[in-house]
């Protein structure tokens, strides 16, 4: 079975700390992997995606991820969060060798940034 | 901004009855997708065109139906609806509808059926 999977549901975190969310997946064949955002009453914004070629991916807004396919992970980093990154953030996957381009995404994780 | 434009916003409707929620993809994008969002599913795949072809087919209900016109632009037809149905609409659009294409989503349909 083809799957994504948040790891955390909700992510709380004061300001200027360091944050990661986490995101695995599991396919029977290679995969193209995204992280969105999807702030309060808006829809989805691409933050970065993972093609080929190095596994550490930098995206919008200071935030970065990094492929890890032993472990068939693609964690979201940031180092110091703002306020305004409170919002829910969304891993997907795209499945390789196939004609269509749907987007399968985990379950999403809520990132509260506390004062 | 992404350039997806869907309408409407918001939608109020009762149970049996029959919605259209319109979708504009961005210029120059060919393929178009409709997306669920509810609580207790998450974010589910419901169908992706491709220069008005259907190209994949996910968990879209047989009361549901979309197409996509020469315009490029596509509808989501919705009928005799039920509590259930009530969600986020997303419509989605990338350049060529293949994976690793960046997707692009529009604010999406509120729909509450009562």
């Known amino acids: 079975a083809q799957s994504v999977t948040q790891l955390d549901s909700q992510v709380p975190v004061f300001e200027e700390a360091p944050v990661e969310l986490r995101c695995n997946y599991s396919s029977s064949v290679s995969v193209y992997l995204f992280w969105y955002v999807q702030y309060p009453n808006q829809g989805l914004q691409l933050l970065l995606k993972y093609l080929s070629g190095s596994t550490l991916v930098k995206g919008i807004n200071g935030f970065e991820a990094e492929f890890n396919k032993s472990q068939t992970s693609f964690h979201l980093r940031k180092p110091s969060v703002h306020i305004s990154d409170t919002a829910e953030y969304f891993c997907?996957?795209?499945?390789?060798?196939?004609?269509?381009?749907?987007?399968?995404f985990g379950q999403g994780t809520i990132l509260t940034v506390h004062p | 901004d992404s350039g997806v434009t869907q309408t409407p916003k918001h939608l109020i409707t009762a149970t049996g009855q029959r919605v259209t929620l319109r979708c504009s993809p961005r210029?120059?994008?060919?393929?178009v997708y409709w997306y669920q969002q509810s609580l207790d599913q998450g974010l589910q795949f419901l169908i992706q065109?491709?220069?008005?072809?259907?190209?994949a087919k996910g968990n879209i209900l047989e009361r549901f139906s979309a197409q996509q016109f020469p315009d490029l632009h596509s509808e989501l037809n919705l009928s005799s609806l039920e509590l259930g149905d009530s969600a986020l609409y997303f419509c989605a659009s990338s350049v060529e509808g293949r994976p690793g294409n960046t997707i692009y989503f529009g604010e999406g349909s509120w729909l509450t059926v009562v």
């Open positions: 997907a996957v795209s499945y390789r060798g196939t004609s269509y381009g749907k987007l399968t």
């Open positions: 210029s120059g994008d060919l393929s």
């Open positions: 065109y491709y220069n008005g072809e259907e190209r």
